[in-house]
């Protein structure tokens, strides 16, 4: 089974922080994705990545940037986190760059800005 | 960015009936994908449809990917409490800057 792990379930940062989020995936996935989820909105995606040190923009980078340095390692970054970032953060992986296999997500990571 | 239509946003069942949801797009997709979210969880893929016209099973879950590749439904029998969470269809297509787009998602509650 697919497992795709991130770092924290809850994390509470102060407006200004400058916020790491982390996502491991153990199935050697070519594509990962950060996507935030707010209630009624569904999920929103931020960046994604089809290679090592390869990131495009998804609909809602503002104030997001990421980083893939390693294949496995996804990170979200919030540069100077800002109260309307509250939320919960979920990754996914897909195993090949042109396929339309499911994506397999983590358990999320909810976020306070306070 | 692009969503898919989802209904119903929610409902309350009784324990041992049927339910049923439903996504539609005026896009075409080539898979039609349905996860279930626990509460505090990340979504969990319960059905995959590859292809127009196909209707898959697992368990209790039924699955359409409709035959003008703009619409699925998932159909869950005989709900049991476990079934309570929050339900995500997602399309996915080969054109564009992206190909995933979800749904925004039919929250389910069963009533024992």
């Known amino acids: 089974d697919v497992k795709v792990t991130q770092s924290s379930r809850y994390l509470v940062k102060r407006t200004g922080e400058k916020v790491f989020l982390e996502c491991v995936q153990d199935m050697d996935h070519e594509n990962m994705f950060w996507y935030r989820q707010d209630p009624g909105l569904g999920l929103r995606l931020i960046y994604f990545?089809?290679?090592?040190?390869?990131?495009e923009k998804g609909d809602i980078p503002e104030g997001y940037s990421v980083s893939r340095e390693k294949k496995e390692r996804f990170s979200l970054i919030l540069e100077s986190a800002s109260t309307n970032q509250t939320s919960m953060y979920l990754c996914a992986s897909t195993p090949g760059a042109l396929d339309d296999q499911p994506q397999h997500f983590g358990d999320g990571t909810r976020l306070s800005i306070l | 960015g692009q969503q898919l239509n989802q209904s119903p946003q929610s409902m309350f069942i009784q324990e041992g009936e049927d339910v049923s949801m439903n996504c539609t797009s005026s896009s075409i997709f080539n898979t039609w994908l349905w996860y279930k979210q626990d509460p505090g969880e990340g979504p969990v893929l319960l059905i995959a449809?590859?292809?127009?016209?196909e209707l898959t099973s697992n368990g209790r879950l039924t699955a359409q990917f409709g035959i003008t590749r703009k619409d699925s439904f998932l159909n869950i029998s005989a709900s049991i409490p476990s079934d309570v969470g929050i339900y995500f269809c997602a399309g996915v297509t080969t054109s564009g800057t992206y190909k995933y787009i979800f749904g925004t998602g039919t929250r389910l509650k069963v009533l024992a």
């Open positions: 449809l590859y292809k127009a016209g």
């Open positions: 990545s089809y290679d090592v040190k390869m990131k």
